[in-house]
């Protein structure tokens, strides 16, 4: 009598999706049931017919037999193993096999009862998953090649503690090995001026999500200062959300534009200084000779005063212009400024002048603050000039129309007079020293202006029609 022969063994063993088998202890299998005839690939006759013909499966019983037997020597009952069977439609089954040894009443062992699981399909997702940790691990190892070897500096920070950085931040920031740097807070190496500035734009990013490229000075481990330029993305890194910040060394491009802008000015200094020469020498010949002929002359003639007094003025005039001019270049007390308010200051300041002219100013813009990055005095000296020109223009009378247009990128100021007009050679030649069309024009206020717009990071446009008149439209970045 077999084991499992009751009616409900027999009932569990064939309905079993598992493949089962009893096996003689010598290897030849009693029973099997119809989920192994499946596994095998031969039916369930051909599979318990005596020793089998097919080599696939001696060897299979063999390894069975050998497993078991090797279980029993250490005393054990059940075992397991697995194998790789050559299916007869030829192709590669891996199984897990599973083996009890039966005993009878006397405790001698009987029969194997042994269950097949196919673990092909599972074989193979392992399979599958084991290559993608690979590829991402060989992916992460190409990743950090790449960061070894970029000549950007790269530093991977969280919560402002920084967390990695590759050869050139060590390079950058003069450090000898990553320890140095590693787990210490970001704020060690930017520089306390600016900190605030920082802070303020990652309050920003949290907000909008908007992160650009931003300059700032950092401070090497061995004291020395640097300028950077640089951007944030933020990553997900092992788990968390961290920050990589990539930035440049911009010291020397600095240096070097610095140089550029120094060297610019001076050439500009000594083109006004010869004009300067020439437009002073003028005035001074006129005086000197004057004064010759006062000393020479019996009673004072009141005509000399009046010509030396003209000249005088003349001279502070110019002297006046150019002093705007010998101002540092920079914007330095920059602040918001709001256009708006400095129009009408200014339209109060003008409008006798224009009413004796005959000239009306009208604001067009809406009662507004505007607001632009600059300097107070610096702008007010730009829209005089343009409000001045304008008027000179203007010896008709007519209207000077003003306006102010903005948008999220720029604001716009716009100068429209009815006076004129230019050709197109003073176009071309505005803004050049000492051109000037007037009898009494000391040809810098263009010049001025253009210098002022430039240092705020704007622009100025022009379209004149002779006789017709004149538009300036000036364009400034928005704040
Ligand atoms: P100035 O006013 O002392 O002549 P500017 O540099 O202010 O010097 O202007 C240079 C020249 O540009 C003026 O002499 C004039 O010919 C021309 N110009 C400037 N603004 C206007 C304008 N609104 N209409 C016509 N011509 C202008
Ligand atoms: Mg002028």
Known sequence: MLPYSTPNHDFAFEQSVIGMAIVSLDGTMLKVNSALSDLLGYSQQELTAGAPQEESIRKLLHQVVQNARTAQDHQQSVTYFEYTYHHPSDREVYLSVHTRVEHDMEQCP?????????????????????????????????YLQLLEGLPLSVLITKKGIIHYVNPATLRLVNAAHPRDVLGISTDVIVDVSYHNELSKRRARYVESGEIGSVNYLIRCLDGQKKMVTGFTLVINYEGEKAAVNIFKDITEQRMEEDRVMQSEKLTTAGQLAAGIAHEIRNPLTSINGFVKLLRSAERSNELYFEIIESELKRIELIVNELLVLSKPQGVHVSGPIDVFAIMEQIITLMKVQAALKNIEIIPHYPMVPVFVQGEVNQLKQVFINLLKNAMEAMNQGGTITLDILHNAQEVQIIVQDEGVGMTQEQIQSLGQPFVTTKDTGTGLGMMITKNIIHNHGGTMNVESIPDHGTTFTIHLPAL
């Open 110 to 142: 009987q029969t194997y009862l042994v269950q097949f699981e196919d673990r092909t399909l599972l074989r193979h997702v392992m399979k599958q998953l084991e290559l993608n940790e690979q590829k991402l691990h060989e992916e992460e190892n190409s």
